[in-house]
């Protein structure tokens, strides 16, 4: 951590609003991420981002700089987005016609077919996450949406860099599966002897 | 897939997630060269990261992020202005069981239990004068008796004119 990052979390600790704005100004876009990728939707991205941050004004007292400061925002973040998503249960179920869904960037150059497959599969693949437990899913966010190291990994969950590891191989293995369809599956079972789920 | 891929699996995807040593690069590399299997599985690892990331990042790119900021500013001014009252029943909006209405008869009932412990505790006791003085005085025809009260000033006297008669006057 550095000495104006450090200055500004002890701002913030101190209630200093302007500094929970720099925070916000720094993190923001890696808050939205994982909380999109949790919930993937919008509006309830939105809203994990918002409590997050009216959060860590409150509970930034509590940081006591023995990690790095983002993995200590991470971990409130993805345990914010899980609570939210499960609080929200059945409303996720929803259509492919659902507002907020994946909506392609130039959909006016692309066609109807391939907006209609973009937004199945961006379906698909919330409900191939849906069915993941808890930590392979942030496993796999901070790691294939963020792009967290191991080491990041493991002090964001608080656990040692071989679990992270077992919880990447399941959660990938799973989702290759849900979306067979869409990924090739090759080396069937390889892997799987190797790494025990911890 | 040949044998040696065994031996490779359990690096390919740290190679993957670029969390190799050289050495271990070196290994992985020369090894899916020659192995098109390991180079499905990597090619598979890639594919369902595009999958999962690009929505994402579709999300982020089309995201107004300063009205986002001016929304968490007005919500902190709004819990900061927030009188005990409204504390109180946000609170009790935000518990599940409070929204159930549940608090109603436990609410009703603890100011019935209020209401007769303060009635009990506060009952008033009937108070007797402090001083009162009678007197009983006999004779022949009447019988007399006094009854005095020192607070109020009363006095009350009994005038028994034989024995079946009795008048009171005070």
Known sequence: MNREENEMISRCQQGDQEALKEIFDQYHKKVYRIAYGVVRQREEALDVVQEVFIKLLRSIKNFKGRSHFYTYLYRMVMNTAIDHKRKAGKRFMSSLDQEGSFEPSAEAEKGPEMILLQKELEERVRLAMDKLPDEQKAALIFRDVEGLSYQEMAEAMGCSIGTVMSRLHYGRKRMQESLKDYVKRHGEGRGASTVSER | ?170
């Open chain 2, 1 to 170: 897939m040949t044998n040696s891929c065994s031996s490779i699996s359990t690096v390919l995807e740290k190679y993957f997630d670029q969390e190799v040593t050289d050495e271990e690069r070196f290994l992985v590399e020369g090894h899916l060269q020659d192995c098109p299997a390991c180079r499905d599985a990597l090619k598979s690892m890639e594919e369902l990261r595009t999958l999962m990331r690009v929505p994402v990042e579709e999300a982020v790119r089309k995201e107004d992020f300063p009205w986002v900021w001016q929304k968490i500013e007005r919500e902190i001014r709004l819990q900061e202005k927030r009188t005990w009252w409204q504390s109180l029943r946000s609170w009790l909006d935000v518990t599940p069981l409070f929204r159930r209405k549940v608090w109603i008869p436990a609410v009703a009932t603890v100011v019935v239990l209020l209401f007769i412990t303060t009635q009990i505790i506060f009952k008033k006791t009937p108070s007797y004068p402090d001083v009162s003085v009678v007197e009983y005085v006999e004779s022949q025809s009447d019988n007399v008796m006094v009854y005095q009260l020192e607070d109020p000033k009363v006095t009350v006297i009994w005038l028994f004119e034989g024995p079946e008669e009795e008048r009171t006057t005070t």
